[in-house]
């Protein structure tokens, strides 16, 4: 992850340590909820009965082949059918955008700095992570969008994503918030006309994917957007909005989402949270080799721009010999880490597959003060900031850090 996420994470986790000191007083004090669904029963799950509506990171590779398949011929369609010449194609571009809280406006402003530029792609596959997903459905449709993008990372203040609920959160709930405004702020914008350009978008061959934590199972899953935005279940518009707030919430800090599901006529009931708790960003599934997917036209190109929203470090600090500060700050490390090594791991899977890598994360010489979360100036100074380098053509890193061919 990165300083920014770190110092949240931090937070959160100090909350989290202090929820363990109160928890024998509120061991009685639980929150009632249906039956996990058990793991053997997991692959019969079809989400309001759409095909490919989502699927485990970590699952059946034939999974993601049928999709990828299904994908290539609508494009292929979509180019016959517009009369472009397979010779002439661009190269197929991916975008990935990390989880980071407010820092999210540091990836805002590059993309929106990109459009200025003149060159930025259609992206044919857009994925996001916590504040990812909630940039990445602008993302996907584009540089129509960016006036959006750009409100929801410099209007946005912390009462527009919470309400602290610390000691109630902590005795008888599920979180020390309650984020209900985070569920309002994205229904506002990610509307039924939004969610029917999506859909179009789908129709065209291009992916919109979301990942979640099914902390129950502790598996990561991945939302395809785009086949439930095409869906004419009246249900479909709620579930893309509580896929999205349930990306973006932090365990112990927001609540979970809690998804209602019905196995050979039972019902249970799914916990999501944060997608970051099992990986800061992603591209594709690695089982997934691009390779193996039939080509368009010979020496097809592909490249992947990833935006992490955040430094590559979180801060060095002087611990204290506390309990509370220990915990917290090993989870930050823990976490900090884990988004190192997504960095790599993307980078292998590129390298694998002939992929054109490209990273972007936000540089130490950006150097403002963070006041607090969802601080408005701190937000609009990160955002321009980010503007003013992708406006300027960005110079995108072609290694992980620290890695050396």
């Known amino acids: 992850m990165h300083e920014r996420a770190s110092r949240i994470g931090f937070a959160w986790s100090k909350l989290a340590a202090a929820a363990l000191v109160v928890m024998p007083l509120a061991s009685c004090a639980t929150l009632d909820r249906l039956p996990a669904v058990p793991l053997s029963m997991a692959s019969e799950i079809k989400p309001l009965d759409i095909p490919y509506a989502r699927f485990y990171a970590d699952g059946d590779p034939a999974v993601f082949r049928a ?14 059918k517009e009369g472009v010449k397979l010779d002439k194609l661009p190269p197929t571009a991916f975008l990935a955008i990390s989880g980071g809280g407010d820092d999210g406006a540091f990836g805002a402003g590059l993309l929106i700095g990109w459009t200025a530029h003149g060159d930025r792609p259609q992206f044919a596959v857009v994925t996001g992570i916590s504040t990812g997903a909630l940039s ?4 996907f449709l584009g540089p129509d969008y960016d006036d959006r993008l750009k409100r929801v990372y410099t209007e946005t203040t912390a009462a527009d994503i919470f309400n602290k609920e610390p000691i109630l959160g902590l005795l008888s709930g599920d979180a020390v ?6 569920k309002r702020l994205i229904a506002s914008y990610v509307d039924k006309n939004m969610v029917r350009r999506i859909a179009e978008e789908y129709d065209k061959g291009r992916l919109l994917l979301i990942a979640t934590t099914n902390l129950d199972q502790s598996r990561s899953i991945i939302w395809n957007i785009g086949a439930i935005a095409k869906s004419t279940d009246p249900r479909a518009h709620e579930l893309i909005v509580e896929v999205l707030r349930a990306s973006a919430s932090i365990p112990g800090a927001f609540p979970p989402v809690m998804l209602d599901v019905t196995v050979e006529g039972k019902r249970y009931e799914e916990m999501h949270v944060d997608g970051g708790a099992m990986a800061q960003v992603f591209l594709y599934p690695p089982q997934l080799r691009l390779k193996a997917i039939e080509r368009v036209r010979p020496n097809h190109k592909d490249v992947a721009y990833i935006i992490r929203n955040g430094r590559l470090f979180r801060a060095e600090t002087s611990v204290k010999r506390q309990t509370l500060a220990i915990a917290g700050q090993a989870i930050s490390t823990m976490t900090s880490a884990n988004g190192m090594n997504d960095l790599y791991r993307i980078y292998l899977t590129t390298q694998r597959d002939g992929v054109d ?6 540089e130490d010489e950006f150097d403002v003060a963070y006041v607090g979360p969802f601080d408005k100036t701190y937000m609009n100074t990160l955002f321009e900031y980010g503007y003013r380098k992708g406006a300027a053509g960005y110079a995108w890193k072609k290694l992980p850090p620290g890695y050396e061919r």
């Open 67 to 80: 999709l990828a398949y299904e994908t290539v011929a609508k494009a292929n369609a979509r180019r016959a």
């Open 136 to 139: 990445a459905p602008f993302a």
């Open 177 to 182: 918030t309650d984020s209900t405004p985070l």
């Open 357 to 362: 890598y490209n990273l972007a994360y936000l």
